[in-house]
């Protein structure tokens, strides 16, 4: 469904104005629309991008509806597939409803935008929410006598360099029994490792979903596979040791995500990029980011092992191969290696 994200025709808008919570057990109520925006051309070909350039980036996750929470988005997300024209604006405030209810003073206000629309004929209903400028109010306008806001507020807020966040969870009618997930959500947060409490809050306590399958064992499969291609398709000892080395670096670096695209760019010669971004796609590793979580795999990354063919071992952690081992290749095929520190022990 990912590749099909650029035919998005989108049908309706409806926006509605979210309050930062700062008094507890004193909600401020959210500012509702009482009809839908207007869109034209210009309007829908620019949230369509803003959206193929989200969801159908690799920075999206696919994701299921949790049978347990007790969120009411997957409800409403359901009811709003077989919707009338009413029922689209009555189920929008809901959705802002609910979130502006469940935030705390930590969450900043915004504009929750609840779009309908539909790809070669799949209904899809998206949920976005920007984060706007502390103290920054947007005027609605009226239209019959009817409460809304103009979609340019929004382009202007997603155009700013002010504007902090975006989220936006995307959902597919019958999408679980044609894809095997409910939809794809994408919060920039999520790769930031000091913001990951709150994006998960929007993911799980707002949208009511998971994702599709546990980051441990991505994380676990994207090592391992990374680790196997080098195995079988790095001959020079040299090359190889240094890619394990930058395996190694990657994976336990503070960051929330990983990615196998993102690894072959920063560490692989350009001739082993594509040819692994192929091996791993080919063994079902994802080439977009996956949530890293190395619980599985924290024996495996707190030291690397050199094996020779004359039985001898070097074994270390990957900051004291980098800072201390020094590999060379011998005209006769042979690996030279130099260490150099002082002699701790002795053991046999």
Known sequence: MTA???????????????????????????????????????IRNFLKDKVVKTIGGFRSYDVLFDDDSESPIPGIVENLFSFNDSDFIKYSKKIAGYLNGIQSGRSPGGLVTVIFGNIKGRDIIGILKLEKQEGARLEQTSIGGKSTYDILHLKDLILAEKTKLFKIGMFFKNGLEDFGYDGKVCDNQLSNTSSREVAEFFLTTFLGCNFTSEPKIETKKFFKISQQFFK???DDPIILTKYNLHLLSYITNERSTISSRQFAQLNLHLNHRKEYTKYLTEKEVPIGEIIRDTSLIEKRISEMILEFDNGIKIIGNQEGFEENVSLEQMNDGRTKAEIISKLKNIKT
Do not use: A
């Open 4 to 42: 099909e994200i650029s035919n998005i025709y989108i049908e309706r808008v409806i926006i509605h104005e979210i309050m930062r919570q700062k008094v507890p057990n004193q909600k401020e109520l959210p500012l509702y629309s009482e009809i839908e925006s207007s869109i034209d051309d210009e």
């Open 232 to 234: 079988e398709k790095i």
